[in-house]
């Protein structure tokens, strides 16, 4: 089965600063896609980005991005403008032939 | 609106209970899954199906079984409740017009005593 690795279990940065936060994966397959979730403290699961592994663009949305390096097999997360909001748990995952797997998140602090 | 339901959002259960949660979807998703999170852990991956009666072990399956008799529904039986299973269980749903993002249900706190 793949593996995803969250190896930032914690991070902190200055509101509207910059973030990146870190996901590597394990797949010897071709096709399969990459997902960022936010977990806030409500619990819920909110989409953020996705990534498929076929697309020569980085992903965007908003102020995230996928800085997706298909070689390295990382797929990390950019928050630029971090915002106090943007304080939670993000997950990365990563989807093929049918499943869905996580890594282990990393909690982000946004500091006024 | 999209939606993915599970029957509880909280659930206190004895140890050797048998334990049925449910999770429903309305969006006629055809992939359905199963995890539990845990502090430290992330979400590990129970079970999911891929169709109706079809499902597939994920990395923590022990202790665990599923059932998809209807496409919309896909249930996660403890068939002897533990205290290691006091967890949140999270169900989750993949397909339709948008199949790159998996929609989350919000997720039962099951504690086992």
């Known amino acids: 089965a793949q593996k995803i690795t969250q190896t930032q279990p914690g991070m902190f940065v200055q509101e509207k600063e910059a973030v990146t936060l870190d996901c590597t994966y394990d797949?010897?397959?071709?096709?399969?896609?990459l997902f960022w979730y936010k977990q806030p403290s409500s619990g819920e699961m909110i989409f953020l980005i996705y990534?498929?592994?076929?697309?020569?663009q980085n992903a965007t949305e908003g102020r995230y991005s996928l800085n997706f390096q298909k070689a390295r097999k990382s797929a990390n997360l950019v928050i630029s403008a971090s915002q106090l909001g943007d304080s939670a748990m993000y997950f990365c995952?990563?989807?093929?032939?049918?499943?869905?797997?996580f890594g282990a998140g990393t909690r982000l602090t946004v500091k006024p | 609106d999209v939606k993915v339901t599970q029957s509880s959002r909280y659930l206190v259960k004895r140890t050797g209970e048998k334990v049925f949660l449910e999770c429903v979807q309305d969006?006629?998703?055809?992939?359905m899954f199963w995890y539990r999170q845990d502090p430290g852990l992330g979400l590990r991956l129970i079970y999911f199906?891929?169709?109706?009666?079809?499902?597939e072990k994920g990395d923590i399956p022990e202790g665990y079984s599923v059932s998809r008799e209807k496409k919309e529904r896909f249930s996660l039986i403890l068939e002897s409740a533990s205290t290691n299973q006091t967890s949140m269980y999270l169900c989750?749903?993949?397909?339709?017009?948008?199949?790159?993002?998996?929609?989350f249900g919000p997720g039962t706190r099951l504690t086992v005593t």
């Open positions: 995952a990563m989807t093929n032939n049918n499943d869905m797997r």
């Open positions: 797949t010897s397959d071709q096709s399969y896609g």
């Open positions: 990534q498929g592994s076929y697309d020569e």
């Open positions: 969006m006629d998703h055809e992939n």
């Open positions: 199906s891929y169709d109706v009666k079809m499902k």
């Open positions: 989750a749903s993949i397909g339709g017009n948008r199949p790159y993002e998996q929609y």
